[in-house]
């Protein structure tokens, strides 16, 4: 793997070197852009808007717009507006997990000591185990602000990008039912169906299925095959037939 990130994690007044590494993959199938016509493929292309020619990356730069005008900005410009997050993850506090609401989890990442830091890099991981808490901290990755939180996974050290408070859209244009009156004998049933159904999480019986029903259905195509088409039409439960469908469920 390749570091994407590194730096230092800031605990109290002690600097954990560390570098970042992406701790997920894609598990969708890689399909192409064509053109139906004659099957090749699409390709992107970055364009002056004015001329219509194809610029090359080497001269292409970043602008923000201002009182009508673009005013370019250079890595330095990027380097210079907080330089102590670019090289640091400060931990400003440290908070019990469950506390975070799962709408604010992002992206996870690995975290792996760099020389020198391995004894300052467990000790850190291990008192986040023994105290049951996570660190919160920002930096700078990419040349945006990122919130994280820190904690420990097994023998390492995991970081989460969490989304500011701005990134998440008010609920209120949603039209979510509230006064909906649930029967006693209803809500008994529903929560003996949990119950029935309830197991310890183990994220290892679930797989991508759909990519290996697509690859199947690729593959006979590829041998001249026509997929057959399943069609299926989900019937909503009405709410006059609540209570049956749930004994039929439990039976």
């Not at 493929?41 to 009182?67: F, S």
């Not at 507006?81 to 604010?104: H, R």
């Not at 830091?117 to 808490?133: D, F, M, N, P, V």
Request: aromatic share 8%.
């Amino acid at each position: 793997m390749r570091a994407i990130w590194t730096g230092a994690i800031g605990f109290g007044l002690v600097n954990i070197p560390i570098k970042i590494y992406s701790a997920t993959q894609s598990s969708q199938l890689d399909l192409d852009m064509l053109d139906r016509k004659d099957q090749a493929n699409i390709r992107y292309k970055r364009v002056n808007e004015n001329t219509g020619k194809e610029v090359a990356w080497d001269n292409i730069v970043k602008g923000y717009m201002l009182n009508d005008r673009y005013v370019i900005l250079e890595e330095a410009d990027f380097e210079e507006a907080m330089p102590e997050k670019n090289k640091m993850i400060n931990l400003q506090s440290f908070v019990s997990i469950q506390d975070i609401d799962s709408i604010f989890f992002d992206t996870p990442y690995y975290l792996q000591p760099q020389k020198g830091g391995e004894k300052a890099y467990q000790l850190l991981r291990r008192a986040l185990a023994k105290s049951k808490t996570a660190g919160l901290g920002t930096f700078v990755m990419r040349n945006v602000e990122q919130l994280a939180v820190i904690k420990p996974h097994d023998d390492m050290i995991l970081l989460n990008k969490l989304r500011f408070q701005e990134e998440i859209r008010d609920p209120a244009e949603l039209n979510i039912p509230s006064g909906a009156r649930i029967k006693k004998e209803e809500m008994d049933m529903a929560l003996q169906l949990i119950k029935m159904h309830s197991k310890p999480f183990d994220i290892s019986n679930f797989e991508n299925k759909y990519s290996k029903e697509l690859l199947k259905i690729i593959k006979q195509k590829g041998k001249g095959k026509r997929a057959s088409i399943r069609k299926l039409k989900v019937e909503n439960t009405k709410s006059t037939e609540l209570l049956e469908k749930l004994k039929a469920s439990l039976a």
